[in-house]
């Protein structure tokens, strides 16, 4: 189930990385998808067997896990199966303290994909682009949450994607421009989210916070929050700059 977890970020990883590509100018590789796209589609048909240790499910769980690490291998970078879910986990990771769970990568990586499809597919549906403020950056809270000297590298992270007012102006004005063409770019990409968690949960693994065993607010934080330690940039970000991050969050335990 926790292998399953990590698979289950394909569509939302995408949805990340295009979105910033197309909005940012980050670099883009559509290989790491290309070489796993059969596999993906064999192990979704058999993703129930997994809980019955089903050989063949297994072997197919296996080819999308080393598929997946392969991709890195063509493109040098993991963002093809790493966006703003994994950020979500490894919030836990780094974070959680005596308030971790006990739970693998993998399990974590799935709840939290299920998360980042709630967002993603709650900020699509409207035809009307969010709109960026400059970021707001709380050095003191992050020191409160993270230790000095974790907040000290985080904030550079942080800083490197932050928007200042003119940045968010620009951005803004590429979002006008581009959001009905993006949305329909991104419609490939994506797996219902009903559908994702259906998956899930025939795996036998967890699909909420509450079932990984994270309390309702720590959850909330990694959210929230996660987007500070990493210079890649997701709906996290659109959200959170928006003004918006924090009221979705509030809906996800
Ligand atoms: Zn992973």
Known sequence: AAGFGDCLCRSVAQIDWWMSHRLLGTAYHQVPFLIQEKDEAALNERAAKLAEHDIEANGYLYRVLTLCGLGISFTGVSNHGSMGEHQISHYIDCFAGERHPGTLHGTQVGVASLTMARLQQAMLASDKPPVVKATKIDPDDMVRRMSPAVATQCLDELKKKAFDENAAAAFNERLQELWPTLRQELKPFMVPVDEMQRLLKSTGGPISAAELGTSPDF???????????????????????????????RGEA
């Open 219 to 249: 959850y909330r934080e990694a959210v929230v929050h996660c987007r500070e330690m990493r210079n890649r940039f997701s709906f996290l970000d659109i959200a959170a700059d928006a003004g918006m991050l924090e009221d979705f969050a």
